[in-house]
């Protein structure tokens, strides 16, 4: 079984041909048949973190809102609350990013919903029986869309390798929590006493009752009674409460991949992946900075398989020339894999395999040239 992905190459010889309305068409064939008049339709997307500046543009994501509505869908632009403390970290935040990034109105006629709700909290629990996890726990406006749309910014990444769409919708689509579970073997808040100031904000949020004030008004653990969940992390707000980041590399790249298949598994035939193979840099848009692309940019790609399409990617971003002025070490000859070059602990072909395994999607796939 061989899976079609089309490639959108970036030359443009008039209007029609412009790669904007290429794209527009792109994803009206990736819509033709799987959508339906009314649904609901989650764009997912990373609005980009605040200093960095290689996320999509805006203007793409505008055509491809025109091309789901003029193909009777209601789109939204989405993206779930980050783990870390940063400027997405809280939909406020979050919010208020994606629109001095340009992603508000008028610039995309789409409402803005951050998916996991005001702080990250919003999110259902989705079977799926696999290696890790009996569940994973992803954004409640992802989940409830009729029609999910992940659109893709490829680049590299510090532990996955590539940052296509898997880890667009698998760690990208995980509510706070799912993303902890995803980093942590166990989790178990260990409060520091220093920066605690006693505001029982954890203490309320905690499900299990697993958290307490001491007689120096400090928070405390009942380890007996912690199931990991780390809704603290989410609701302290003085850092006293951090991130535990213990899973090896492969785990968590198995982990993302099991959240990925969470996202889609209930979707059906009613999801679609356009992966953007420009400005392909070493980091992912989570960066608050962009580092120069590893390679020309290569064009755009589209399918219905999330395996495929991220294979296709790396596939062709390694066979480009590197760039000499880029982080690249001694990958510049095509064939040579650049993501390995810059990140050699993150071997990325671990998400496609076992995407491949656990019935995500096939590592065959068939280029297909998409008309000018």
């Not at 009777?72 to 208020?96: I, M, Q, S």
């Not at 880890?167 to 980093?183: E, F, P, W, Y």
């Not at 496609?352 to 068939?366: A, M, P, T, W």
Request: charged residues 25%; neutral net charge; hydrophobic residues 40%.
């Amino acid at each position: 079984m061989v899976s079609p992905i089309y490639f959108v190459n970036l030359r443009a010889y008039d209007e029609r041909s412009s790669v904007l309305e290429k794209v527009k068409r792109l994803t009206k064939t990736l819509l033709r048949e799987r959508l339906e008049e009314g649904d609901l339709v989650a764009v997912k997307l990373h609005f980009g973190e605040r200093g960095n500046h290689g996320f999509l543009k805006p203007v793409f994501l505008r055509y491809i809102v025109e091309a789901v509505k003029e193909s009777g869908g209601k789109p939204f632009l989405t993206d779930a609350n980050t783990l870390y403390l940063g400027f997405r970290h809280n939909a406020v935040d979050h919010l208020e990013t994606a629109i001095f990034h340009g992603f508000g109105y008028p610039s995309v006629p789409a409402p803005l919903i951050i998916a996991d709700g005001l702080r990250g909290s919003d999110y259902q629990e989705v079977e799926v029986n696999l290696k890790h996890f009996k569940s994973v726990k992803i954004a409640s406006a992802i989940q409830e869309a009729d029609f999910l749309l992940v659109v893709t910014h490829v680049k590299g990444h510090v532990e996955a390798g590539l940052g296509g769409a898997m880890k667009n919708i698998g760690m990208g689509g995980a509510s706070r929590v799912g993303k902890q579970l995803q980093h942590g073997e166990t989790f178990f808040p260990d409060p520091r006493e220093e920066l605690c100031i006693g505001c029982r904000r954890c203490i309320i949020h905690c499900p299990q009752g697993a958290l307490y004030l001491d007689d120096q008004r400090k928070a405390r653990l009942k380890k007996e009674l912690c199931i990991g969940c780390a809704e603290c992390v989410i609701y302290c707000n003085q850092g006293a409460i951090t991130t535990a980041w213990s899973s090896s590399i492969s785990t968590l790249q198995e982990r993302i991949v099991e959240h990925a298949y969470g996202a889609v598994k209930s979707k059906g035939e009613k999801v679609a992946f356009i992966n953007f193979l420009t400005e392909i840099s070493p980091d992912c848009d989570c960066a608050p900075w962009h580092d120069a692309s590893l390679v020309p940019d290569i064009g755009i790609l589209g399918g219905h398989d999330i395996v495929a399409i991220d294979k296709a990617s790396a596939d062709l971003i390694k066979k480009s020339v590197g760039l000499q002025n880029s982080r690249l070490q001694k990958a510049f000859s095509p064939g040579e894999d650049k993501f390995l070059d810059v990140h050699p602990r993150a071997q990325w072909e671990i998400q496609v395999d076992y995407g491949q395994s656990i019935g995500l999607g096939n590592k065959n796939y068939e280029l297909i040239n998409f008309p000018k």
